[in-house]
């Protein structure tokens, strides 16, 4: 056969094992199994084993204690008085049917046998030693046609009447059939506790699995896409029910990982369009103006002026928006900060300096204490106020006043900024710090800015430990409120 015929012909090993399902029930129960006919087995060995010495104890015995009446029987035997009341008494008392007694002579044989109760014809294969051999030392005999080993056990002993050897045995068949009657019981018993085992071993086993089993009902439901799908609780003493517990712990952190990365996903497509909107733009009227000079705008200086304004104003837009997009991306990566102590007074103080000379004609205010403190990077934080305030100027009418507040809560620099302008829906205000998210819908360049300088302000303020929220209703204002750790209280190294 060829190579392509033998793989055809013998299918791989992890087939046929895969054909061969063993299920963690039948493995246990099938544990189970054999364990208990391992130890039913050994314990009737070991009783079986214990328990023909204990009868063959039993029997030595009977063979020490019938040594004299033994004895008398056989001087009556040899007087010719085999009926001897004192012997047919230690007959029936000490010696069962079968037992023999002989006398045995100098040279080892052994004489007539004198045989007590019934008479099987049976005879012990009599060693040669027995007139050597120590005395009142039981020892086994086999029958001399063979067909038990170790019938009898026999003693030796000597006459106190007259001084002579004789050999006492008893038929140790009782004792064979005992231990054979313990073997069938044994057997009959480890077949009913086997068969009774491997029955309540089997609901056992399914109902100790059963919580195994839900959990892999659950897993198929997760696995099928039900991510909310949990797996029934137990006793949390057992390891079943920590087990579903900690798996439920570890579904509830997929399900909140995998819709985080949803979200992600679908904000990094909301940014990428939005990017790609803004960018769009300045773009499209670089494009259109080049067109115009190659036209014949350069042939008229005043149209060859307007066009090369507005190109260098849409690419300083553009400029500073990929600036932004850069910030933020690298913030995105790697938070590095430098760690000094900044004045939070002092820069709200220049921001608003800056306001008023582009906008002198809207009155913005500072309150607060001389100093605050915090440990930070002043570039960064210098830009969080710059951004607050250019979003007053940008988002409320000209000459709307504004307040500038700085305070100290609770270990916390509080800096807020607060317009009287036209506020902003609560929908708006809980995505205002989104990227690129503006109330203006139509996204016109008369209002507003790019959308993503509350973004960046949010960023930064992320970056140095603090947060930043807003509080605004529609013709009510908008209040923006900052809050960094003051020195003392912020790590040491901004990460």
């Not at 008085?81 to 008392?93: A, K, N, R, T």
């Amino acid at each position: 056969m060829t190579l392509v015929d033998d793989a055809l012909a013998s299918p791989p090993r992890a087939s046929r094992r895969a054909r061969r399902p063993r299920s963690l029930a039948g493995r246990l129960l099938l544990v189970v199994a054999v364990l208990a006919l391992v130890s039913l087995a050994s314990s009737a060995v070991l009783t079986a084993l214990a328990l023909r010495p204990f009868l063959v104890d039993g029997a030595d015995e009977r063979l020490l204690a019938a040594r004299v009446p033994a004895s008398f029987r056989l001087y009556d035997q040899a007087a010719g008085q085999v009926q001897g009341s004192d012997g047919q008494e230690f007959d029936d008392v000490l010696l069962p049917a079968g037992s023999l007694a002989a006398t045995v002579a100098p040279d080892g044989t052994v004489g007539e046998v004198l045989v007590f109760g019934t008479d099987d014809g049976d005879r012990p294969a009599w060693p040669a030693d027995l007139a050597t051999r120590a005395l009142d030392e039981p020892f086994d005999v086999t029958a001399v046609d063979g067909r038990r080993a170790g019938t009898y056990r026999a003693v030796v002993a000597q006459s106190s009447i007259d001084g002579t050897r004789y050999v006492v045995a008893v038929s140790l068949d009782e004792v064979a059939e005992v231990v054979a009657n313990l073997g069938r019981v044994a057997l009959s018993v480890t077949t009913v506790v086997l068969v009774v085992t491997i029955l309540l071993g089997w609901w056992l086993v399914r109902l100790g699995l059963a919580p195994l089993r839900r959990i892999e009902q659950s897993a198929a439901a997760i696995a099928a896409g039900d991510l909310s799908h949990r797996v029934p609780g137990g006793d949390p003493q057992t390891e079943v029910g920590r087990l579903s517990a900690a798996l439920n712990r570890m579904l509830a952190d997929i399900e909140t990982a995998f819709a985080a990365r949803v979200a992600s996903e679908d904000r990094l497509r909301r940014f990428v369009a939005d990017a790609s909107h803004e960018l769009r733009t300045p773009l499209v009227s670089i494009r259109g103006y080049a067109e115009l000079f190659f036209r014949g705008a350069r042939d008229r200086p005043d149209d060859l002026e307007t066009s090369m304004l507005r190109i260098g104003q849409e690419a300083e837009r553009m400029g500073i928006l990929v600036d932004e997009l850069l910030l933020l991306a690298r913030f995105d990566q790697s938070r590095d900060l430098e760690a000094d102590d900044v004045d939070l007074v002092a820069l709200a103080r220049d921001a608003v300096a800056d306001l008023q000379a582009v906008e002198p004609d809207r009155s913005v205010t500072v309150e607060g204490p001389e100093r605050l403190v915090v440990v930070g990077d002043e570039v960064r934080l210098r830009q969080v106020v710059t951004n607050l305030l250019a979003n007053v100027r940008q988002h409320t009418p000209p000459g709307t006043p504004a307040k500038v507040r700085l305070e100290l809560q609770g270990g916390e620099a509080v800096l807020s900024v607060a317009d009287q302008g036209p506020g902003m829906a609560e929908a708006d205000a809980a995505r205002i710090f989104e990227r690129f998210y503006r109330t203006d819908r139509a996204r016109q360049r008369t209002r507003g800015g790019n959308g993503l300088g509350l973004a960046i302000v949010a960023t930064l303020v992320e970056a140095h430990g603090g947060r930043v929220t807003v509080r605004s209703a529609p013709g009510a204002g908008a209040t923006f409120e900052v809050r960094l750790p003051v020195a003392g209280t912020a790590p040491a190294v901004l990460d």
